[in-house]
């Protein structure tokens, strides 16, 4: 079946950097989809960032300090995050529709990895 396997995450100060990665196995991973989601205590889940068909989205609240890339050749995405705020604070999970699903829909979802921002 495989799975999605988040790593980076941890404290960090306001202002510093991380870089998120997600390692997909199995049947998991989409070359034209895959999706990074976070949620906060007491939030819901929003999406940070998501890579549909060639282009990359972003919220707004993480344009121009997030970019997202992914390394085909190893089944990972990345999510390199900078300038990080206190707001950022959460727990960050990558998504993916996986090999034969399509961009309208996340089946498989990693256990995600905490990122907390002091400020």
């Known amino acids: 079946q495989g799975q999605l396997v988040e790593s980076g995450g941890g404290p960090v100060q306001a202002g510093g950097s991380l870089t998120l990665s997600c390692a997909a196995s199995g049947n998991t991973y989409s070359v034209d989809c895959m999706a990074w989601f976070r949620q906060s205590p007491g939030e819901e889940r929003g999406a940070v960032s998501t890579?549909?068909?060639?282009?990359?989205y972003y919220a707004a609240s993480v344009h121009g300090r997030f970019t997202m890339s992914q390394d085909n050749a190893k089944n990972t995405i990345y999510l390199q995050m900078n300038n990080l705020k206190p707001d950022d604070t959460a727990m960050y999970y990558c998504a993916s529709p996986g090999q034969a699903g399509n961009c309208l829909e996340y089946n498989y979802w990693g256990q995600g990895t905490q990122v907390t921002v002091s400020s």
């Open positions: 890579m549909h068909n060639g282009a990359t």
